[in-house]
Each structure stands twice: as C-alpha cells, then as structure tokens.
C-alpha cells in the first residue's frame, strides 16, 4: 500500500462520521465565522506545541500515551495539513510507538487503561500514514477486538469494551459505555487495514449493538430492569448497564430511574452510527430527541462541570456525524455550530489554552482540555 493511499485510507474519518465521510456543503454565510475560527484554533495549536517535550510526549503527566496521541490528533486534523509532516508529529509518533506490548497493545504497563490508549493511539498513528506503522496498527486493531466481552457474569455487560485489565485498570474489568465507543472509532478509522488482510478476526458488530442498546434508556429496545421511559430520561445513555455516573433520579409515583447525561448520550449516538444503525431507527432517533432536550453549552447535562470539554467535543462530533446543522428548540431553529464555536472562543484564555477547574476525568489537565478545544475548533471549521 503506498503511503498517500494509506492517508487518505484513514482519513476517510476526518468529519468523525463513518456514515458520512464527506463534509457537509459550506454555506456562503458562514465563510466569515469559519475565518474567526482559524485564530483560536492556532493559538489553541501554538498552544499544545510549546508543551511539547524533547522525547515527543506532551506536558509533565506521562502516565498515559493517550495523553500524547490526543494533541498529534488535533495536529494532524488541522485543515491546512502543515503538520502532518511535522517534527512535532514526527517525535510524538516515534513516543507512541515505544509503548506497542507483545500482546499487540499500546500502552504503559503501569498504568493500565490498556484499551482507551490502544485506540487513542492506533488512531493517531493511523492518521501519522507512516506504512512501516502497518504491522503495528493491524497488532493494536487484533488487540482492541480482541477486548470485546463475552460470557460475562453480568451477561448486559457482553458486547462492550472496558479498559482491560492491565495495570492500574484491572479493578475495572467491566465493560462501558466509553471504552466502547473509542474502540469503535479507532476500529472504523483503521477498517481498511481489515480489507486488506482477509482473514482477520472482526468484532462482533451485533454483539456490540446490542450492548450499546443495553445502556440507553429505552424500554422498547432494552429489556434491563433499570431502563426508563420517563421524559427526562428517555433515549439518553448511562455508563454502562446498571450504573450511571450521574446517579439516581426519584420517580413521580415511585420507583427510581439512572440518570441519562451528556457525555455518555453523545458517545451512544456516536457509537450507533459507528456500528451503522440507520438514522430513522428508534434507538439514534430517542438518542437524538434526548439530546435536543437536553442541548446546552454551560455544563455537561446531568454532571454540570464534570467532564465539560469532553462533552463539548462530543457534541461536535455527535451532532457532525448525525448530519444535524440546526436543532429545533422551542419552536425555533438553533445553529448549535455557531453557538458552541463562540462558546469556546469565550473560554480560551489569552494563553490560548482551555482549562477545567473540575479535575474529574482529568480536566484539571490543560493539554487534555485544550487538545478537546482545538479538535472541536476543528470539526467546526471543516463543517460549516
């Protein structure tokens, strides 16, 4: 495979939709906002470049080559492509590629959530192009199909992907709904490997559906004793089957509901649109009135400031890869796209980064922070 093929091999999800590979047609009206975008995502770039350490890895916690795959992301979706051969990604590739395990794996063996950094970092390679990297990233791809449960002892649980149990993560041998989508991401990034090595083993699809089905609220599609139908929480997502980390909600004439939030119903829709779910089936269109509902850009709902950015940039790439350019909201249109470009423009601070005081999830860390900051900043420009 030549090396321009594999690019745009694994380019192929740049608009962070499998269903929808190409972006949406630009809009004369937004050529002006599109130009204001350019100066806060560069400053965010400058920003993430001056952090950069002599062994390619990012800030001061090293603990996680997630935490280095995810600013060479941002780099290499920069819609200039001036980075792509960079010395920047260049020195953070060679970082990632230290941390690829006998077991096909990417990731540090101390610290564990081999399954988040195996995907964070087979997509950033994947994009990186490098063909020498082929071997390496068909060995992470067997890796993160190979973590999809089966024959748990929570059966709701079979289907998805946890964060392994390597390390500091081996408390946490279930499987959510997070894991899940991440894997499913990286995996559809790098699918054209798989077509080029018949043979390989593939991920369960349905398996991982049904698992997916099985964390949202939904009663007609998930038979889980827990699963509400109330308004408020109807076609949102929880963590994983059984356990929201949004906690309990009491409801009117008894009975106790999972809290639907944010982050979790974005990276349900997503993961229904990974796993190719049409847009009219019930599942991703209960997901897509949840989150109408539910559309805000002063917290991440159900968790207020917990997990912010994330939820941000999920938003970004949810509502992206669904196609949607406006939400209907009270009998009015809402340009989400404009709203959430101008909201991040007002939370960069002069520095050019973007910083949490909430550390859940580790958004007290300004590299993560930023880096969601500047691949939202990136979703945007190259959609509107």
Not at 257 to 274: K, V
Not at 300 to 327: C, D, I, R
Request: a neutral charge; charged letters at 25%; one cysteine or more.
């Amino acid at each position: 495979m030549k090396r321009r093929q594999f690019i745009l091999a694994t380019l192929a999800l740049a608009s962070f939709a499998h269903a929808a590979n190409e972006p949406l047609p630009r809009e004369e009206k937004n050529l002006s906002f599109r130009n204001e975008l350019r100066d806060p995502m560069s400053r965010g770039i400058a920003w993430l470049l001056a952090q950069q350490n002599a062994d390619g890895s990012f800030g001061k916690d090293n603990t996680h080559p997630a935490l280095t795959a995810l600013p060479l992301v941002a780099l290499l979706r920069e819609p200039s492509g001036k980075y792509a051969t960079s010395d920047a990604v260049k020195k953070g590739a060679a970082y990632l590629r230290k941390f690829a395990q006998p077991d096909g794996g990417i990731y540090n063996t101390d610290s564990g959530l081999a399954n988040y950094n195996t995907s964070v970092c087979l997509l950033a390679l994947a994009l990186v192009g490098d063909e020498k990297d082929v071997p390496l990233l068909r060995a992470a791809r067997a890796y993160v199909i190979g973590q999809q449960a089966t024959g748990m002892a929570k059966p709701a649980t079979d289907g998805g992907i946890g964060y392994g149990t390597v390390g500091a993560s081996a408390k946490r041998g279930h499987p959510d709904l997070d894991n899940t989508y991440i894997a499913l991401e990286a995996l559809r990034a790098t699918e054209s490997l798989a077509a080029d090595k018949p043979g390989e083993k593939q991920l369960n699809w349905k398996a991982a559906i049904d698992f997916i089905s099985r964390c949202q609220n939904l009663p007609s599609h998930n038979k889980e004793k827990w699963a509400s139908g109330d308004a408020e929480n109807k076609g949102g997502f929880i963590y994983f089957p059984g356990e929201s980390n949004a906690g309990e909600m009491p409801l009117e004439g008894g009975g106790i509901a999972l809290r639907s939030y944010g982050t979790m119903s974005y990276a349900g829709l997503l993961s229904f649109i990974y796993a190719d779910l049409k847009k009219d089936d019930p599942r991703v269109t209960a997901a897509m009135d949840w989150l109408k509902k539910h559309y805000t850009l002063s917290e991440n709902p159900g968790l207020e400031k917990q997990g912010y950015f994330y939820y941000l940039h999920l938003m970004a790439k949810g509502l992206t890869a669904a196609g949607v350019t406006e939400l209907e909201r009270d009998g009015r249109k809402v340009d989400w796209r404009r709203e959430l470009g101008l909201q991040l423009m007002k939370l960069q601070t002069p520095d050019g980064f973007w910083a949490n005081d909430v550390a859940r999830w580790k958004e007290n860390n300004a590299i993560l922070t930023t880096t969601y900051g500047v691949m939202s900043l990136e979703i945007l420009y190259n959609q509107m």
